[in-house]
């Protein structure tokens, strides 16, 4: 752990610095989901507005460098959602790695998925206020409404959802 940013580099889901990435990574906002058992697939934000649209209002992003931004209206599937329409609900799995384009990530466990420790969903947001999440503003973004400390588990830009 450290707060050099080649820790990035080596492991996402290590703890990182408290600092968030000023600028946006690069074009293609196409995710990659990978299980186990089977070839990868692709997830655009069209196949996520397709699914069933879980709207949370009165969330914070709570930066411990930059005070809290808020309160936002973010929309989209839930996680659970997500991973359902890619993987048979008999088939078995314990985490998912969620992590982004700038190397950034959090490891979500399947219990709490099912049961959110807030009683509201981990979502992948790809809605801010009604209208589609622009890049700057993190184009999808993971939505953890749990957590209330240092935004470490919001993850922007999301590249890779890895089902384990
Ligand atoms: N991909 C990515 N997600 C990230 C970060 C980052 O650097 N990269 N920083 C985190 C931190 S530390 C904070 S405080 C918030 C900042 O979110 P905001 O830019 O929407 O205020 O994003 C979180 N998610
Ligand atoms: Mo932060």
Redesign the pocket.
């Known amino acids: 752990m450290g707060t050099n940013p080649s820790d990035h580099q080596h492991d996402p889901l290590r703890p990182?610095?408290?600092?968030?990435?000023p600028e946006p990574?690069g074009g293609d906002p196409t995710m990659r989901f990978e299980f186990p058992t089977r070839a990868k697939t692709l997830i655009a934000v069209a196949d996520l507005l397709r699914l069933s649209q879980v709207v949370l209002a009165d969330c914070f992003?709570?930066?411990?460098?930059?005070g809290t931004?808020g309160p936002f209206t973010f929309g989209g599937p839930t996680l659970l959602s997500v991973i359902d329409a890619q993987v048979d609900t008999s088939a078995s799995w314990s985490q998912v790695e969620v992590v982004?384009?700038?190397?950034?990530g959090t490891r979500i466990e399947r219990a709490e998925l099912l049961n959110p420790t807030d009683s509201r969903p981990i979502i992948l947001a790809c809605q801010l206020n009604g209208a589609v999440l622009t890049r700057q503003?993190?184009l999808v973004?993971l939505i953890v409404p749990s957590e209330h400390d240092?935004?470490?588990r919001?993850?922007?830009?999301?590249a890779v959802i890895r089902v384990k």
């Not at 919001?154 to 999301?158: F, L």
Request: without cysteine; hydrophobic residues 30%; aromatic residues 6%.
């Open positions: 990182h610095s408290h600092e968030p990435n990574p992003i709570v930066s411990t460098g930059h931004s982004s384009a700038d190397g950034f503003q993190g973004r240092d935004a470490l919001q993850v922007k830009w999301i």
